[in-house]
Structure formats: C-alpha cells, structure tokens
C-alpha cells in the first residue's frame, strides 16, 4: 500500500510541472502578439550637432610687420695684444665694469725699453753727424770762397799780361775742386737728417710697442673673462678678452621681398595727384620689441639702417636693424627676440579669430552656416594674424556666420544648430601695448591675454570674456 502511494504522489508533480510548461509557453506568445501588434521600430535620426557661429568684426587698426630678430651690441670690442711677450699680470675681474683706457693686462716691458734705448741713442749719435756734417759744410764754403777770390786775382792778372796761363788754371781747377767739396758736404748733411729721421721713426715706434705693454681697455663696458693666463706667452694679435658695452642694442631683423611690394604698393595707393613717393625718414620710424617670456612689446626702439645692397637673393629678404635703450640691462646679446613694426597709418579690417580660419592643401578656409542652417565652406585670404585675429583680405562679409566653436563637429554640407555671439575686439588687445592712441616712442605697456584660446584636445575654442552673447 505504501508503494503505491508513493508512486501517486511522484505522477501528480510531473503533472504539476508540465502545467506549470504549458502556462509559461502560453504567457510568451501572447506577449509576442502583443508586441507585434504594436506597430514598426523606425529609425530615429540624431539631432544636428550644436556649433556656435559669430559675424567677423570691422576695426581700425595700424598695419604692422612682425618677424624675428637677434640682439648685438651697439659697442663690443676684443681686446688684442699688440706685441709679442709674456703677461706679467691681469688687472680686472671678469663681468666687472671697466672704463675706456683702464689697465687691463701688463706684459713684460724689459725688451722694449731696451729699444727704445737703443732708438734713442740712434737719434742722438745722428743728430750729432748732422752737426759734423754742417761743419764741413762751413769748412768747404770758407775753402770755396778763397779759390774764388784767387782766381779772381789770376784772371785780372792774365788781363795785365802780369800773370801765367799755368797759374790761371791751377786756380780755376782749386775752384772747381771747392765748389764739388761744398756740394758734397751739403749732401752729407741732408743724409745725416734723412738718418736723424729714421732714427727717430724707430724710436717712436720702440715708445709705442712699448706702450703697447700695457693692455688699456678700447671702450667702456663690462669685461669678459681672461682667454689667457697670467705667465703665458701672447703673440701680436692674441685674443686677451672681449668688452661690450650694454647701454644700448641692435636688433637685426629682416622683411620678405613680398612684404616690401605691398607696404610699397599701400604707399602709392595713398598718393594725392601729382604727388610723388618720398623716401621714408627711418630714424623716426618706432620699432617694438618683445623677448619669448614677455607678454607684450615693452621695448620701444626706432629704425636705424636698412641694406644698402638691397634684397638677398638668396633669401629673398632685406636686412633691417632697430636700436634700442638697454640702461635697464634687460637685453642680452645673442638673445632671439620678436619684433614689431608700424607700416603706416590705421585702416579699418575684417576680422575673424586665427583659430576659425582652417588650412589644408587647397588653402585657407573658413566654415560659414548658410540660411538652411548648413555649413558651406569658404575660401579666405590672410595677410597677416594679429594677437590671436586673423585679417582677413577676401572671402567674408560682415554677415558671413563663421564657425568658432564646434569646429570638430561641422563638416561642409551638414545641417547644424547655430548659436550666434558677437564678437569685440579693441587696439589695446590687437597691438598688445601699441594702440594708435599712444605716443610713439613711449614704454609700450605688458600684453593682455589673446581673445580666444584653443582647446587642442577637442579642437573647440573658448571665445574671449569680451564677447557678448
């Protein structure tokens, strides 16, 4: 009896778990048929990227030129040895500050004062021939004298039949003889003096080598250090050590062929009738200058040459050089540094941030949204980027909406979602220190921070604080 209810209770959960099959199989199609009836999945299309678009802005500014440049100084000189010794002593300490004429090195003057000796006795054993030799000369000029005066007697006699022939030309040959005799002791005379001058040549130039013992400094300035040593033997023409003078700096710079045509062609342009293309005055012409860790040009300078020789055609370019104060000991020479230059007066140009205008092999280029709301690429021309601005020549127009941020998302031909600002720009921020406004010649303040800045992870730019919304 016990089996069989065991095996009653064993069928009864197959049972149970078979129903409990059925159940769920049911469950899961009526599912399906409701999820079929429910209509078809269609695809929904992504909403257009979002980019932010801004109009160029029209502003007066100074045309300029920006190139690289490279300190040297105004004064430097080597100092040399000008004679051959051994240095006795050095009387300076390096990167001190000496003056013109200061004792700089000593070299061993025995030698040299022994020529000088040697020179000065020369010039007076001369001096004293000269004076043997004018003696003779008084000696011949007395003897010349007497055969004149006695042959004056043997001819006055001969004319009185009182005289002889024979003693007539024995008195006219002792005058011939007097007279050879006073011409030679002039001639000794002359070359006693020719003699006393070389002598005293050779004295002044044992004075100067001897001189040339002392090593003076050629100009004032601060002092390199030594290239020899105390004890070694210099020759004539030995560098010793170097002098440069910091009060003042040259900047050497240079502007592309190029450049030169269109400050040129902008010269002519402005041109009244009739009026002719003066040569520019360079001396008043203001130079800015800025070294790689300043944040603005704060050096003011004005140019000072031009090449004579004209453009380089090796390069292409033409050499310029701007003089700048350095009282201040902020210029090093050798140092690279950026300079700045004014080409005329301010004219109003279109611009659009450097970052907003694209590059690739077909040129420059800038990304527009057009009325449909899509983006359009367009060709630009630059002449040139000023602190963050690119001017912009040909291609826009002040209602062009320009892509300045989202640049990475806006692809020409795709329809994107515009959001318009304004941008400002002022001289202050595009010169960065050199506003028309300000005199020229003036300490230019320090730079303000570029009105844009570029995000290179993502290539979306930040727009400046000054613009609006």
């Known amino acids: 009896m016990k089996r069989v209810q065991r095996t009653d209770v064993f069928g009864q959960s197959l049972a149970n778990i078979n129903r409990i099959w059925i159940a769920i199989s049911i469950v899961g199609m009526s599912v399906g048929l409701i999820g079929c009836d429910s209509g078809k999945n269609d695809y929904q299309a992504p909403p257009p990227p979002s980019v932010t678009v801004a109009s ?14 490279i300190i040297e100084a105004v004064d430097e000189a080597d100092v040399r040895a000008r004679v051959q010794g051994f240095v006795e002593s050095i009387a300076f300490e390096p990167g001190k500050e000496v ?42 000029e007395a003897e010349l004298k007497r055969t004149s005066q006695n042959l004056a007697r043997e001819r006055a006699m001969m004319q009185k039949q009182a005289g002889s ?58 002092i390199s250090k030594t290239d020899v040593k105390q004890g070694n033997l210099v020759e004539n023409g030995t560098k010793l050590t170097t002098v440069v003078n910091h009060e003042k700096m040259f900047a050497n710079f240079s502007v592309s062929d190029r450049e030169i045509m269109r400050l040129m062609k902008q010269k002519r342009e402005r041109l009244l009738p009739k009026e002719e293309l003066d040569e520019p005055d360079w001396s008043k012409m203001p130079v800015y200058l800025k070294r790689e860790t300043d944040d603005g040009f704060s050096f003011t300078g004005v140019l000072n040459y031009v090449d004579q020789q004209g453009v380089d055609a090796a390069t292409g370019t033409l050499g310029l050089r701007a003089q700048f104060d350095n009282s201040h000991d902020m210029l090093i020479p050798g140092l690279f540094v950026t300079v700045r230059m004014p080409l005329g007066d301010a004219d109003e140009v279109t611009l659009v941030p450097e970052y907003a205008v694209l590059r690739d092999q077909r040129g420059q280029y800038c990304l527009v949204v057009n009325g449909e709301q899509k983006v359009e690429r367009v060709e630009v021309s630059v002449t040139q980027t000023v602190s963050g601005w690119s001017v912009i020549e040909s291609g826009l127009t002040l209602d062009s909406r320009v892509v300045v941020d989202g640049l990475q998302r806006a692809r020409p031909g795709l329809e994107v979602k515009a959001t318009a600002k304004t941008l400002e720009v002022t001289d202050f921020a595009l010169m960065r220190g050199m506003s028309s406004a300000e005199p020229a010649g003036q300490p230019s303040p320090g730079d303000e921070t570029n009105p844009q800045s570029t995000d290179a992870s993502n290539g979306d730019a930040e727009l400046s604080p000054s613009e609006v919304e």
Do not use: C, H
Request: hydrophobic share 45%; aromatic share 4%; glycine share 4%.
């Open 56 to 69: 160029p802005v029209r502003q007066a500014i100074t045309p300029f030129m920006e190139q690289n440049g």
């Open 165 to 222: 022939q024979a003693q007539l030309d024995a008195a006219i040959a002792a005058n011939d003889a007097a007279t050879a005799a006073l011409k030679s002791a002039n001639a000794n005379v002359q070359a006693a003096i020719a003699e006393e001058s070389k002598s005293q040549a050779s004295l002044a130039q044992a004075k100067l080598d001897l001189g040339y013992t002392t090593v003076k400094s050629p100009i004032r300035g601060r």
């Open 99 to 140: 003056a013109a004429g200061q004792v700089l090195y000593q070299i061993e003057p025995e030698q040299y004062q022994a020529a000088v000796n040697s020179a000065q006795a020369s010039v007076e054993s001369s001096q004293a021939s000269i004076e043997v030799a004018r003696a003779l000369v008084s000696t011949a």
